[in-house]
């Protein structure tokens, strides 16, 4: 930054220093610069472009209109949703959220009216990124906000699914693995499935997996078919998660990596094991230090970059303690 004042790339890594440091204030500060070459931007540029609004920045919303714009992973979208209702807690504000396609149903029975186009808008007179939203509670509060289960599952699908697993016998523990390939870190957050297989061998448990698409085929190149029920088929074949949300509600508890079913179950209320690698995104920073997104996780975090055996060997150790 001294060399290159305007290396916006550079304030916005700059951020992840500061949260790894708990210095919030500052973090929030140079998170902002996501904003200027990142995908986020190209959504303020598509807001530009489309509606007249100015970027809220903490003002007064009585009798406003304000547009949420999601962004980044779905995981991101879940987890910091709930800041739409502190606004709508504070403010006497309509509040928009406009977010894509294939996710805008885990929203809908939210106050707010859910968006997927820009197009034949009325009036907005104040539009913000969705993960901007923490930086100006914690400016005011200087804390973070509460969490809200705010997905409400089909509840004809949560009664298929309780019929489907009561076969059962013993407690059931759903799995996942793998995260969207295609995230830049996606190499040291998702964990190849054959680590798994000391897990798979405790006896006591039934094994399911929660692995949609890439990352399924994994159970069948480490033989583990007889070991690990393979839902890929059955699930989420129209909305994203719509199974997967019911079958957690049937699940004693949720062992996952550092992906988007781990928001999901942890806003759902499910016990829920993360395995974390060494050097995780800043919010598990936030997370382990004061327990203040989700109640009901259990991290378990990489002692060295890349060691998962050791993560697996205190897993299991919890699970043969603790059930």
């Known amino acids: 930054m001294a060399l290159d004042t305007n290396n916006n790339t550079s304030k916005f890594n700059l951020s992840w220093c500061y949260f790894a440091n708990l ?10 610069f996501r904003k200027e070459k990142t995908l986020p931007g190209e959504k303020l540029k598509e807001v530009n472009a489309k509606i007249k609004s100015n970027e809220w920045e903490g003002e007064n919303l009585d009798n406003k209109t304000i547009l949420i714009l999601s962004e980044q992973g779905i995981g991101d979208n879940i987890q910091f949703f709930r800041y739409l209702y502190w606004i709508n807690e504070k403010y006497n504000v309509d509040i928009l959220f406009y977010t894509d396609e294939k996710i805008s149903h885990l929203f809908k029975n939210s106050p707010f009216k859910i968006i997927t186009t820009l197009d034949n808008l009325d009036h907005v007179d104040f539009h913000k990124l969705l993960l901007s939203l923490p930086g100006i509670y914690y400016k005011e509060k200087n804390t973070f906000y509460k969490k809200i289960n705010y997905i409400k599952p089909n509840n004809d699908l949560i009664i298929k699914w309780e019929s489907k697993l009561k076969n059962y016998k013993k407690p ?48 069948k190149i480490n033989n583990l078919e007889q070991k690990l029920t393979d839902l890929s088929n059955e699930i989420d074949n129209n909305n994203a998660f719509e199974d997967s949300m019911s079958i957690l509600m049937n699940v004693d508890f949720f062992i996952t990596s550092d992906t988007a079913l781990c928001h999901l179950a942890c806003t759902l209320g499910v016990k829920t094991y993360l395995l ?6 800043w919010r598990w920073y936030i997370e382990k230090k004061f327990k203040c997104f989700y109640p009901d996780i259990k991290i378990i975090q990489q002692k060295e970059p890349g060691n998962w055996n050791s993560v697996f060997k205190e897993l299991k150790e919890n699970l043969n303690k603790n059930y």
Do not use: H, M
């Not at 210095?23 to 902002?32: L, M, P, T």
């Open 172 to 219: 059931i523990v759903a799995l996942n693995w793998q995260g969207d390939q295609n995230f830049a870190f996606d190499s040291t957050r998702s964990i190849p499935l054959s680590f798994f297989k000391k897990i798979l061998e405790i006896d006591k448990f039934s094994f399911i997996s929660l692995q949609k698409g890439f990352g399924a085929e994994q159970i």
């Open 23 to 32: 210095n919030f204030k500052n973090a929030f500060k140079f998170y902002e």
């Open 276 to 281: 974390l690698e060494n050097n995780p995104d």
